[in-house]
């Protein structure tokens, strides 16, 4: 009975550990409680996404921390409202029951960051990439870019997906929510001020998302 009972309890475990599930403790930053409550690393494989084939990521590769995941974290915000921790290198999107979806994020280099409030104006599948002029001038191989916008595809550098952040005179800001072809950028300083993703991670946040006022950002320094 012991061994059955044994072969029984390891069952399970392997069950849980295909499915991507951990209760392990996770690296955190303010707003978490805990613990990590569901991780989603078996879910970087290839992706048939409108005609399009986006590889598989290397995630082993990646800091597990920077993997998607539940976990518990207290806000004040409402669910449906992002928050981008800067500094830890982690987005938010608030869940009810003081529950969270985390994702690891690509910021701002030095002199890029940015702080403050902002919406979701709107978004996009397979965007079109216009760099600001301000980045062609630091730039000139991308000027060719800027009135006609680079296509997308699998080397856009907006990836799979693009949320469009306006302030709250219904501006453009010019900083967006995107997906990238770069994921061993993830978790560093490395982009002009807009929050990138992995691919498959921002096509899981674009799902989530409802355009309009109250998709609310908020980004932390």
């Not at 059955?4 to 303010?30: E, F, H, I, K, Y």
């Not at 699998?154 to 501006?171: H, I, S």
């Amino acid at each position: 009975m012991r061994f059955r009972n044994a072969l029984l309890l390891c069952g399970l475990a392997a069950a849980v550990t295909l499915a991507g599930c951990s209760t392990a403790p996770s690296d955190s930053a303010p707003g978490e409680k805990v613990a990590t409550n569901a991780i989603f690393t078996s879910d970087y494989g290839p992706v048939e996404d409108n005609g399009y084939a986006l590889p598989a990521i290397p995630i082993n590769k990646v800091n597990t921390k920077f993997h998607r995941q539940i976990v518990d974290y207290a806000t004040s915000e409402k669910p449906g409202t992002i928050i981008v921790n800067t500094p830890n290198r982690f987005l938010y999107y608030v869940l009810p029951g003081g529950k969270a979806v985390r994702y690891g994020i690509g910021v701002g280099k030095s002199g890029f960051a940015w702080q403050g409030e902002a919406y979701i104006a709107w978004k996009q599948e397979w965007p079109t990439w216009h760099p600001p002029k301000e980045m062609a001038d630091r730039k000139p191989d991308v000027a060719r870019y800027v009135k006609d916008g680079m296509g997308p595809g699998l080397k856009n550098p907006l990836g799979a997906r693009a949320m469009y952040l306006f302030n709250e005179k219904g501006q453009d800001t010019l900083f967006r929510l995107h997906g990238t072809p770069e994921w061993a950028s993830i978790g560093t300083a490395a982009s002009s001020g807009c929050i990138r993703l992995m691919n498959q991670d921002i096509i899981d946040l674009y799902k989530r998302v409802r355009p309009g006022r109250g998709a609310r950002v908020v980004v932390q320094q």
